[in-house]
């Protein structure tokens, strides 16, 4: 069974920037897909990030090409999601999971995740 630690979730005001983070409990993280997706309360999950061990490409929802990147540190089995240029639909709990899925370029879906982290951009 996988454990996730998430972190940096919090309040920013629009345009700003945040980098969360999570810890994953699998010694298999560099050959593990893992992304992030979010979700708000009453509606559908929304894809955000998949890095594929396929192709070795990161994959991103339309919603935030351009403005987030996915990172990862092998060594210490973590990996980054740094948002910029953040805007109040961005307001969300962002989960991250593994296993996640790409088909045709699009991601379709994640196995085991975490229990999210709150992100709220607000003035």
């Known amino acids: 069974q996988v454990e996730f630690v998430e972190s940096g979730g919090g309040l920013v005001q629009p345009g700003g920037s945040l980098r969360l983070s999570c810890k994953v409990s699998r010694s298999t993280l560099p050959y593990a897909q893992i992304g992030w997706f979010r979700q708000v309360p009453g509606k559908a999950r929304q894809a955000v990030t998949c890095l594929s061990i396929y192709d070795g490409n990161t994959y991103y929802g339309d919603n935030v090409k351009g403005r987030f990147t996915m990172s990862r540190d092998n060594a210490e089995s973590t990996v980054f999601l740094q948002m910029n240029s953040l805007q109040p639909e961005d307001t969300a709990v962002y989960h991250c999971?593994?296993?996640?899925?790409?088909?045709?370029?699009?991601?379709?879906?994640?196995?085991?995740w975490g229990q999210g982290t709150q992100v709220t951009v607000s003035s």
């Open positions: 999971a593994t296993d996640c899925s790409v088909i045709a370029g699009r991601i379709t879906g994640y196995g085991s």
